[in-house]
Each structure stands twice: as C-alpha cells, then as structure tokens.
T-cell receptor, first 113, second 116 residues
Framework: DQQVKQNSPSLSVQEGRISILNCDYT??????FLWYKKYPAEGPTFLIS?????DKNEDGRFTVFLNKSAKHLSLHIVPSQPGDSAVYFC????????????FGTGTRLKVLA | EAGVAQSPRYKIIEKRQSVAFWCNPI?????LYWYQQILGQGPKLLIQ????????DSQLPKDRFSAERLKGVDSTLKIQPAKLEDSAVYLC??????????????FGPGTRLTVT
C-alpha cells in the first residue's frame, strides 16, 4: 500500500527553466509534507516543507504547492541550476501521534547546462 | 552544529552473518529514526525512538533485526542473521521531539550494506 507516490522516476530540464516535481498521497490524515534532496552517497537533505493549513510555501528558488482536495503536492524550482541535479523525495506525516514519515519513491532530476 | 553521524559507511557480509550499525544523532534531538532504503525506493521506517523508548517498530523484522538507544543518545541497529534481501542503505535520522513545531528530520550519510 503505497500511500505516497511519485509517478515520475526521472525528469530532465534545461538550465534556467522551471522544474516541477509532483507527489500524490492517499491518506487524508497526512497534514505535513516535506521535500528532501539526495545526492549520491549522501543522506537526504531537508529542502522545504508545508503544513496542510497552507497551500503554498516559498523559500528562495523553491516553492511547494499543496492541493488538499486533490491530495497532490508539487515542488517548483525556478530557475533550475545544474547543482539541483539530484533525487528528490516527498514525505508525508500526521502531526499527532508518532509523527511517522512515509516517503515516496523519488524523482531523479537532471538539469542540463 | 555537527550532523548525524553513522558508521560504518560501507559493509559487505555473507548471508547468515551478523552486522551492526551505529548512529549518533544531532545533540539535543530526542527523536531518532532508522530507515531502510532499497535501491530505487524511498526510505522505509524501521524503528522510531523517543529518548530511550520505542514509539514505532511496526515495520521492523523482529526475528532478525534489533535496535537499541542507549541513554537516549547513540543507537545501534543489528541484523542477525542477514539475508540477501537486506542489501540496502540504512539511514539514521534525528529530529526535535514531536509537538515542538519542527518536524524536519536530519539524516546521516547512511551505511550501504551488501549481503552476498
């Protein structure tokens, strides 16, 4: 039962353009969502998060959008840079109880120079 | 601020052998997580500690996996005996305790285990 899905295993984008990474979830109890970036041979690094009380959160070049009715979130990177090339994971959690995080399978982003 | 430390970084063992991984979380982080990440998949939670206590080990294969967190700081994860399907990266993460408004987890570099 995959509660968090990233349906695009890979994405290639030209440098300077927008990268859009998508994530869908099924559990309506999730109310906190995070994006992580992972480089090879390193652990995931926290990128940006959003609470279900918001529909948008912005941090520099990174913006996360949340559509609760569609159970969908997306990460926008503008402008994309070669250093953004990595695997991106979305994760979801409820903010009561044990705060157990469920991760998606990841999307590999390649930004072409 | 020092990050989450893990050792060893790489380990190769034969099936049926045992192996142990060590994790030192960020100072002050009461919550510690062990994840298993199989190639091509996202991290899967194995066990979550709050200080010394286990709050979730529902996906830990308890017939072969065990974990402890001594004095609410360092933690070890053990596999005995290992199977081929245990080949994965084992990630340790830590975070502030729930309820303090910060839900981000900070990950260590992971231990890549290969079982032959």
């Amino acid at each position: 039962d995959q509660q968090v899905k990233q349906n695009s295993p890979s994405l290639s984008v030209q440098e300077g353009r927008i990268s859009i990474l998508n994530c869908d979830y099924t559990n309506s109890m999730f109310d906190y969502f995070l994006w992580y970036k992972k480089y090879p041979a390193e652990g995931p690094t926290f990128l940006i998060s959003i609470s279900s009380i918001k529909d948008k959160n912005e941090d520099g070049r990174f913006t996360v959008f949340l559509n609760k009715s569609a159970k969908h979130l997306s990460l926008h990177i503008v402008p994309s840079q070669p250093g953004d090339s990595a695997v991106y994971f979305c994760a979801a959690s409820g903010t009561s109880g044990t705060y157990k995080y469920i991760f998606g399978t990841g999307t590999r982003l390649k930004v072409l120079a | 601020e020092a990050g989450v430390a893990q050792s060893p970084r790489y380990k190769i063992i034969e099936k049926r052998q045992s192996v142990a991984f060590w994790c030192n979380p960020i100072s002050g982080h009461a919550t510690l997580y062990w994840y298993q990440q199989i190639l091509g998949q996202g991290p899967k939670l194995l066990i979550q500690f709050q200080n010394n206590g286990v709050v979730d080990d529902s996906q830990l294969p308890k017939d072969r996996f065990s974990a402890e967190r001594l004095k609410g700081v360092d933690s070890t994860l053990k596999i005995q005996p290992a199977k081929l399907e245990d080949s994965a990266v084992y990630l340790c993460a830590s975070s502030q305790p729930p309820g303090q408004g910060a839900y981000e987890q900070y990950f260590g570099p992971g231990t890549r285990l290969t079982v032959t």
